[in-house]
């Protein structure tokens, strides 16, 4: 199988491009090669996706058994998808979000079916109205579309809800025994991937002929609290975390850039049900349990103090949020 990637070097995508050189496909990467990612057998196209013209003559002739883009997020990209793969490609994959399923959701278990509706968060609306445009695509023209909406998946990044992601101020508050916020009362349940788990349910649908116009979330079945998550981060760094529960409201009513990511997201419950994932690719059973996944990801932090990314204007929100909340407590 000749398959492409656009990206391929990220958080989720270097774990998925690795199994596919384990498991034989000749894979292509396209990207700018910013990033210290080596994936040995991998053949790179250098190329900025956002520069037509460059992409263009970096793809050349080239025709796709499948062609992934990791990091499509707005209708207009899609269409710049459409127009650089139409007849070029025998599967175009859409990487979506879980974070577009129903929020709040009516059904406490998450299916491909869920209806698509995030009112509170524009990332997910954007993923949602791609996902419209390659719907019509394929009922339209025949574009051969396959969706995947991952659910807060990691390897490099730190998955927590505040202060983490690509930062890593929450885990260098815990290791200096500062207190760090967990929103609601902690109890609420989540899910979390690690990408090497993702990459084998995702690789089972490259070039699988029934996944054409079909729609996949791809997930562990471990569902675990907050508070769970981040006593496990902290484990995983040898520290205890001195959590504060402070409401998603509260702690918006300060920060509204976290609507979307809170409110829109993580305060809600998250549960999977990954049955047509294990329908579509037997062999697919996620086996790395949070705390053990998170602990190669704290070590990976540890490696190389410059990926411990701190940031002073994110420790400021999180000790004025506390100090708000702590001085409106009742005596
Ligand atoms: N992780 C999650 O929990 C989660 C949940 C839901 C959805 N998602 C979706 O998953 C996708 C992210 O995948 P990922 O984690 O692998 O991505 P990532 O960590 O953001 O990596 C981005 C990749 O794209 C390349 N890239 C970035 N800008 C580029 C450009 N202008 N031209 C060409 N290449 C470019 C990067 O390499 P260079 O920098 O070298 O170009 C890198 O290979 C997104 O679509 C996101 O919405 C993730």
Same mark, same amino acid.
């Given at each position: 199988? %000749?398959?492409?990637?656009?990206?391929? @070097?990220? =958080?989720?995508?270097?774990?998925?491009?690795?199994?596919?050189? #384990?498991?034989?496909?000749?894979?292509?990467?396209? /990207?700018?090669?910013?990033?210290?990612?080596?994936? &040995?057998? &991998? %053949?790179?196209?250098?190329?900025?996706?956002?520069?037509?013209?460059?992409?263009?003559? &970096?793809?050349?002739?080239?025709?796709?058994?499948?062609?992934?883009?990791?990091?499509?997020?707005?209708?207009?990209?899609?269409?710049?998808?459409?127009?650089?793969?139409?007849?070029?490609? /025998?599967?175009?994959?859409?990487?979506?979000?879980?974070?577009?399923?129903?929020?709040?959701? @009516?059904?406490?278990?998450?299916?491909?079916?869920?209806?698509?509706?995030?009112?509170?968060?524009?990332?997910?609306?954007? !993923?949602?109205? +791609?996902?419209?445009?390659?719907?019509?695509?394929?009922?339209?023209?025949?574009?051969?579309?396959?969706?995947?909406?991952?659910?807060?998946?990691?390897? @490099?990044?730190?998955?927590?809800?505040?202060?983490?992601?690509?930062?890593? @101020?929450?885990?260098?508050?815990?290791?200096?025994? %500062?207190?760090?916020?967990?929103?609601?009362?902690?109890?609420?349940?989540?899910?979390?991937?690690?990408? #090497?788990?993702?990459?084998?349910?995702?690789?089972?649908?490259?070039?699988?002929?029934?996944?054409?116009?079909? &729609?996949?979330?791809?997930?562990?079945?471990?569902?675990?609290?907050?508070?769970?998550?981040?006593?496990?981060?902290?484990?995983?760094?040898?520290?205890?975390?001195?959590?504060?529960?402070?409401?998603?409201?509260?702690?918006?009513?300060?920060?509204?850039?976290?609507?979307?990511?809170?409110?829109?997201?993580?305060?809600? +419950?998250?549960?999977?049900? =990954?049955?047509?994932?294990?329908?579509?690719?037997?062999?697919?059973?996620?086996?790395?349990?949070? /705390?053990?996944?998170?602990?190669?990801?704290?070590?990976?932090?540890?490696?190389?103090?410059?990926?411990?990314?701190?940031?002073?204007?994110? /420790?400021?929100?999180?000790?004025?949020?506390?100090?708000?909340?702590?001085?409106?407590?009742? !005596?």
């Amino acid at each position: 199988m %000749k398959v492409l990637f656009i990206g391929g @070097t990220g =958080n989720i995508s270097t774990s998925v491009s690795k199994l596919c050189i #384990e498991r034989g496909i000749d894979l292509y990467l396209l /990207n700018r090669g910013t990033r210290k990612v080596e994936i &040995a057998g &991998a %053949k790179t196209i250098r190329a900025d996706i956002s520069d037509s013209a460059q992409t263009v003559s &970096a793809l050349g002739q080239h025709k796709w058994d499948v062609v992934v883009d990791w990091i499509a997020f707005t209708p207009d990209q899609v269409d710049r998808d459409i127009t650089l793969f139409r007849g070029k490609t /025998n599967q175009y994959v859409f990487i979506s979000s879980a974070s577009a399923y129903q929020k709040p959701p @009516t059904y406490p278990i998450v299916t491909e079916s869920t209806p698509l509706y995030n009112p509170y968060w524009e990332y997910s609306r954007n !993923k949602i109205a +791609c996902e419209e445009r390659l719907d019509h695509a394929y009922r339209e023209e025949g574009f051969p579309i396959t969706i995947v909406r991952p659910s807060f998946t990691y390897d @490099t990044v730190v998955p927590i809800a505040i202060g983490g992601w690509s930062e890593y @101020t929450a885990v260098d508050r815990m290791k200096k025994g %500062k207190k760090i916020i967990v929103h609601g009362d902690g109890t609420s349940l989540w899910t979390i991937t690690h990408a #090497e788990d993702f990459a084998k349910g995702f690789v089972g649908l490259l070039g699988h002929l029934r996944a054409t116009g079909h &729609a996949f979330t791809i997930t562990s079945d471990e569902a675990l609290t907050w508070d769970q998550i981040y006593k496990a981060v902290a484990d995983a760094v040898g520290v205890e975390a001195k959590i504060v529960h402070i409401s998603s409201d509260f702690i918006v009513s300060f920060a509204p850039d976290l609507l979307g990511s809170l409110t829109g997201d993580k305060s809600q +419950c998250a549960i999977f049900d =990954n049955s047509k994932i294990k329908s579509f690719v037997p062999d697919f059973k996620a086996t790395i349990p949070f /705390n053990e996944g998170v602990r190669r990801t704290m070590a990976w932090f540890e490696a190389d103090p410059k990926r411990q990314i701190v940031k002073q204007e994110t /420790n400021e929100l999180m000790d004025r949020i506390i100090r708000a909340y702590e001085q409106n407590l009742p !005596k």
